[in-house]
T-cell receptor, first 113, second 114 residues
Framework: EADIYQTPRYLVIGTGKKITLECSQT?????MYWYQQDPGMELHLIHY???????EKGDLSSESTVSRIRTEHFPLTLESARPSHTSQYLC????????????FGPGTRLLVL | KNQVEQSPQSLIILEGKNCTLQ??????????LRWYKQDTGRGPVSLTI?????NTKSNGRYTATLDADTKQSSLHITASQLSDSASYIC?????????????FGRGTQLTVWP
């Protein structure tokens, strides 16, 4: 079992609220990622980071933002949640060496009413 | 366009039976192919990883094969158990970027009945 954690696991929130999804890993991995996954669909990369103070947008356009102030922490923020943001958000991490396996957190299921 | 296609979309089998899941990809240049298992409400967990030169890789009751010429992979599950019920995702990495760009299939939803 990988040491990567996400909180909250489930979140139901009203439109317009600001939310932050937390992700932390204790493996000392440099690379971290955020994916969005809808039921029965493939994972889509929305953000990634090579290390502290490094953040990049992924393939899927997202209104969310991320920060990487500490190696172990990679939070995702939505300033104003909308129903279209309803989805599962998965955080992952990997080492910087080559193309190592990504280890995934348990995910956060977000429902915006 | 780089793509990963999986079949079948869903599969129901009885406990103790074997099954084979398929993955076809068009990702190029190819680096490696992974099979992940994703339990409901959980994140994916890596089962196997194969590079260009590997044809077969086993992990317990899971055996993955790779034909890099035809760009096809399969995941064979032997003597299925109820705990095998999950989504199995094929993931292909390209060799053309330092990030190691991952291409995900939509997964095969496997249900094992007692």
């Amino acid at each position: 079992e990988a040491d990567i954690y996400q909180t909250p696991r489930y979140l139901v929130i009203g439109t317009g609220k600001k939310i932050t999804l937390e992700c932390s890993q204790t493996m000392g991995h440099d690379k971290m990622y955020w994916y969005q996954q809808d039921p029965g669909m493939e994972l889509h990369l929305i953000h990634y980071s090579y290390g502290v103070n490094s953040t990049e947008k992924g393939d899927l356009s997202s209104e969310s933002t991320v920060s990487r102030i500490r190696t172990e922490h990679f939070p995702l923020t939505l300033e104003s949640a909308r129903p279209s943001h309803t989805s599962q958000y998965l955080c992952a991490s990997s080492t910087r060496q080559g193309q190592e396996t990504q280890y995934f957190g348990p995910g956060t299921r977000l429902l915006v009413l | 366009k780089n793509q990963v296609e999986q079949s079948p979309q869903s599969l129901i089998i009885l406990e103790g039976k074997n099954c084979t899941l398929q993955c076809n990809y068009t990702v190029s240049p190819f680096s490696n192919l992974r099979w992940y298992k994703q339990d409901t409400g959980r994140g994916p967990v890596s089962l196997t990883i194969m590079t260009f030169s590997e044809n077969t890789k086993s992990n317990g009751r899971y055996t993955a094969t790779l034909d890099a010429d035809t760009k096809q992979s399969s995941l064979h599950i032997t003597a299925s158990q109820l705990s095998d019920s999950a989504s199995y995702i094929c993931v292909v990495t390209d060799r053309g970027s330092t990030l190691g760009r991952l291409y995900f299939g939509r997964g095969t939803q496997l249900t094992v009945w007692p």
